[in-house]
T-cell receptor, first 116, second 112 residues
Framework: DGGITQSPKYLFRKEGQNVTLSCEQN?????MYWYRQDPGQGLRLIYY???????QKGDIAEGYSVSREKKESFPLTVTSAQKNPTAFYLC???????????????FGQGTRLTVV | AQSVTQLDSHVSVSEGTPVLLRCNYS??????LFWYVQHPNKGLQLLLK??????LVKGINGFEAEFKKSETSFHLTKPSAHMSDAAEYFC??????????FGPGTRLSVLP
């Protein structure tokens, strides 16, 4: 089945540690995205990538890093510089004409990160 | 950048009555627009999308939305609510082909 797989589903981090969230897609989509969701808020864009080996900061990139070495993978690292990392993280992908309209985004099931 | 406003943070309806979830967007052109639904602790599922074809768009589970350029609106409706419709709903706009901008969400409660 085609889709997006996020792992792990739940993740606990001690303060001061870096953690990496995995996102893999087998939809052959060029574009991938990371969003953060906090209670009572919409989704806020962390990073996005329109093509392999290229990515751009979103609205709340501080304290996060990404890589896009393969088309199907877009891991997100939450660094110790992120002051309030406890949140629900969603990865998505879409076909993209880059600069034109996007088709719809397909989402993974999310990773809930908790700082302990 | 584009922006999206969802006018109600919470809507409560009785089972079997109509649903209206409101969405307005800000854009310098006619963008692609989407409605997604999210059940607790789950990812997002696409309900329907508008991509410059017909202005009345039908989606899954009996939902539909009408694109009104003059009002910059894309309201979501359903004739008869079901208990399983209780969830969070997001209106989303395509941001010039670069990424997607989300509204803050509307929580729909369905009362028996």
């Amino acid at each position: 089945d085609g889709g997006i797989t996020q792992s792990p589903k739940y993740l606990f981090r001690k303060e001061g540690q870096n953690v990496t969230l995995s996102c893999e897609q087998n939809l052959n989509h060029d574009a991938m995205y990371w969003y953060r969701q906090d209670p009572g808020q919409g989704l806020r864009l962390i990073y996005y990538s329109q093509i392999v080996n290229d990515f751009q900061k979103g609205d709340i990139a501080e304290g996060y890093s990404v890589s896009r070495e393969k088309k199907e993978s877009f891991p997100l690292t939450v660094t110790s510089a992120q002051k309030n990392p406890t949140a629900f993280y969603l990865c998505a992908s879409s076909r993209s004409d880059r600069g034109h309209r996007n088709t719809e985004a397909f989402f993974g099931q999310g990773t809930r990160l908790t700082v302990v | 950048a584009q922006s999206v406003t969802q006018l109600d943070s919470h809507v409560s309806v009785s089972e079997g009555t109509p649903v209206l979830l409101r969405c307005n967007y800000s854009s310098s052109y006619s963008p692609s627009l989407f409605w997604y639904v999210q059940h607790p602790n789950k990812g997002l599922q696409l309900l329907l999308k508008y991509t410059s074809a017909a202005t009345l768009v039908k989606g899954i589970n009996g939902f539909e939305a009408e694109f009104k350029k003059s009002e910059t609106s894309f309201h979501l409706t359903k004739p008869s609510a079901h208990m399983s419709d209780a969830a969070e709903y997001f209106c989303v706009v395509d941001n010039y082909g670069q990424n997607f901008v989300f509204g803050p969400g509307t929580r729909l409660s369905v009362l028996p």
